[in-house]
């Protein structure tokens, strides 16, 4: 038998939380899951009222899993929230991707629009991979650099002024790991979820799941019957990211809680960088405030005379 829920005292739990020691009933694990998304936004200023989000949703558990919590919560009956999704052009993997996503907006009545590689660049993630100069221009570093153009542009062409993307707990501390074994003090500081304007339409990027374990927003998409893709990109790196990502695994089954530690010791850290970070070396993506300049080619911000999407451009347009 299933102990009861800690929290309702009344349903059988389906879920020990290991790091607060509480059983929760799908309910209550469910609500809480929502409830600590709406902290987190609310901690951040993340979302205002009159705000138009845009949901970058790819198709994987973090992406349908944000929209579905608000779509229940902040925004259950106005229509200022849209789903984004980049058609990367990866075939074999990205076609299943963009029936669930379309699938899915469809069930909860949100509108979801799609901008490919080929129609926003000239080419495809299959065709840059074919002409890419060299291997040590990563797939992902490629595909990271469009996509994060590609949102851009599909927030703007909604008239949305924040882009929210399924980045969890567990990406927030490999992700600090990776800079801080790189090196590179100051991206920890651009880290902090601060959210700032950027771009000629004053675009905010926020992530409202970075308190959540990846583990639970598998949990919650599961019990709220949300389909997601599964299978792994067929480009993926293996990075240092999946060695962390294992590594923190092992550490947090051995010593409940300390990814919890770990993110709120990484977010003082982070607030500190921050504010001694010096504004003109920072980087437009990452929604840094910033001596705006732009790009001599695209017209875009850009932290240098060209921006990253065109010059990775030049790098692969020539081998065609
Ligand atoms: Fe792009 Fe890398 Fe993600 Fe594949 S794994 S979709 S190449 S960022
Ligand atoms: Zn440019």
Redesign the pocket.
Known sequence: MSKECSKCKKNPSIYLRQYSGEFLCKKCFLKSVEYKAKRTISKYSMIKHGDTVAVAVSGGKDSLVLLNVLKNTLFSQNPELVAITVD?G?KGYRDESLDIVRNFCSSIGVENRVMSFSELFGLS?DKAMEVRPSEKIS??SI??TF?RRALDLLAESCGANVIATGHNLDDYIQTFLINLFAGDVERIGWTYPEPVEYGVTNLRKIKPLMEIYEREIVLYAIHNNIPFQSE??P???ESIRSAFRGHLNNLEKIHPGIKYNAYSSILKIAKKVKSANVPSTSNVNEGVQQERRRCTICNRDSSNRICSVCRTLDLLVKET
């Open positions: 990367e990866i993630m797939s992902c595909c990271g996509r792994e990109c480009y993926k790196d």
